[in-house]
């Protein structure tokens, strides 16, 4: 897989750019945002990583001119800046995700591939999980050939446990990472879960949304009689 780095600071991109490739990733840099969006225009990446404050064109101008021209490469911003302002631009002007500088490269590669698993499950367009079906571009859901109908909120949470099968997600990681929510109170998460169950698991059909305790949950397929 190829990734585009848009970054000026010339340090950083030694950095991040050694450690992608240590990652068994390929790597091209792009010293500014007018050069880094003809790159990202023209060529062929699984992932743009890009800075907001570069020469000649700043992020935001970048991610927005990309998905103005129909770009749908996943984007992961790099920003200085920590406020909520300045994080929702981002992601209103097209970006995926975004992470604050000064960043762990532990978190920025755990990013990166969360990005591109999830991007890859949505040009398969269907995951299919035991007898749960989503239809990532359609926001439909099926279980056992019955369509279920959710709320946003569930959509995206269901979407987000499928897209991370077998692996946990903490009440925090889904308030701050899949609702971008932060604000919320503790229990929000378990009432969505309690109310994606309900509809999941009608009719006697096995638990798939699993608890683990004191942590979060997890989505795996399992036996009826299996608790939670």
Same mark, same amino acid.
């Given at each position: 897989?190829?990734?585009?780095?848009?970054?000026?600071?010339?340090?950083?991109?030694?950095?991040?750019?050694?450690?992608?490739?240590?990652?068994?990733?390929?790597?091209?840099?792009?010293?500014?945002? @007018?050069?880094?969006?003809?790159? $990202?225009?023209?060529?062929?990446?699984?992932?743009?990583?890009?800075?907001?404050?570069?020469?000649?064109?700043?992020?935001?101008?970048?991610?927005?001119?990309?998905?103005?021209?129909?770009?749908?490469?996943?984007?992961?911003?790099?920003?200085?800046?920590?406020?909520?302002?300045?994080?929702?631009?981002?992601?209103?002007?097209?970006?995926?995700?975004?992470?604050?500088?000064?960043?762990?490269?532990?978190?920025?590669?755990?990013?990166?591939? $969360?990005?591109?698993?999830?991007?890859?499950?949505?040009?398969?367009?269907?995951?299919?999980?035991?007898?749960?079906?989503?239809?990532?571009?359609?926001?439909?859901?099926?279980?056992?050939?019955?369509?279920?109908?959710?709320?946003?909120?569930?959509?995206?949470?269901?979407?987000?446990?499928?897209?991370? @099968?077998?692996?946990?997600?903490?009440?925090?990681?889904?308030?701050?990472?899949?609702?971008?929510?932060?604000?919320?109170?503790?229990?929000?998460?378990?009432?969505?879960?309690?109310?994606?169950?309900?509809?999941?698991?009608?009719?006697?059909?096995?638990?798939?949304?699993?608890?683990?305790?004191?942590?979060?949950?997890?989505?795996?397929?399992?036996?009826?009689?299996?608790?939670?």
């Amino acid at each position: 897989m190829k990734i585009l780095l848009v970054e000026d600071e010339a340090p950083i991109a030694a950095v991040v750019r050694r450690g992608l490739e240590e990652a068994r990733f390929g790597v091209e840099v792009a010293p500014d945002g @007018e050069t880094g969006l003809q790159m $990202a225009l023209e060529g062929d990446y699984s992932l743009v990583i890009l800075d907001l404050m570069l020469p000649r064109r700043d992020g935001w101008s970048v991610c927005r001119e990309m998905r103005a021209r129909r770009n749908t490469t996943p984007i992961l911003m790099l920003t200085a800046r920590d406020a909520v302002e300045e994080r929702v631009r981002g992601l209103e002007t097209g970006a995926d995700d975004y992470l604050p500088k000064p960043f762990d490269f532990s978190e920025l590669l755990a990013r990166v591939r $969360a990005l591109l698993r999830r991007d890859k499950i949505h040009r398969a367009r269907v995951v299919r999980i035991d007898d749960l079906e989503i239809d990532t571009t359609a926001g439909r859901v099926f279980r056992d050939g019955r369509e279920l109908f959710l709320s946003p909120r569930e959509y995206t949470l269901l979407e987000a446990l499928a897209l991370n @099968e077998g692996r946990v997600l903490t009440r925090e990681m889904i308030q701050e990472r899949v609702w971008r929510d932060g604000e919320s109170y503790s229990n929000t998460v378990d009432v969505h879960i309690g109310a994606l169950r309900r509809k999941l698991d009608a009719g006697g059909r096995a638990r798939l949304i699993q608890t683990v305790h004191g942590v979060g949950y997890t989505l795996r397929a399992s036996s009826p009689e299996e608790g939670a």
